[in-house]
């Protein structure tokens, strides 16, 4: 969750800056239709990639997919212990992350 906030966030303050960057070149109008499209598309093919390579996609960070010897692949609980994941530690890296974009040159909150 705090990952997918993370990436909501760069992601928003990415196009806001394409977006100006484009109403520079283009004219307001114009800029946000093809900042639209650009978006529209590379999403597209984000969420296709991510969907197809190999059918593997988890959502839970204890299981694995690993080859077994008969070239299987097989779901297999990880090495990971449940609770022990560093969510505090990754969560002010994170606001570090923002809190140094909004100083530096995004300015999408403040």
């Known amino acids: ?3 997918a906030a993370f990436g909501f966030y760069l992601t928003a303050a990415m196009w806001n800056e394409f977006n100006d960057a484009l109403g520079v070149f283009l004219g ?3 800029g946000i ?3 639209t499209i650009v978006f529209l598309l590379y999403q597209s093919k984000k969420n296709e990639n991510e969907f197809t390579q190999g059918g593997n996609y988890l959502t839970s960070e204890a299981t694995a997919i690993v080859r077994d010897s008969d070239g299987r692949l097989q ?3 990880s090495s990971i212990e449940k609770g022990r994941n560093p969510t505090f530690f990754i969560a002010v890296i994170y ?3 923002i809190l140094m974009s909004e100083i530096t040159w ?3 909150i403040w």
Do not use: D, Y
């Open 106 to 108: 995004s300015s999408l």
């Open 95 to 97: 606001c570090m992350v």
């Open 28 to 30: 307001p109008s114009l």
């Open 75 to 77: 779901q297999v609980e």
């Open 33 to 35: 239709i093809v900042g």
């Open 1 to 3: 969750m705090l990952t």
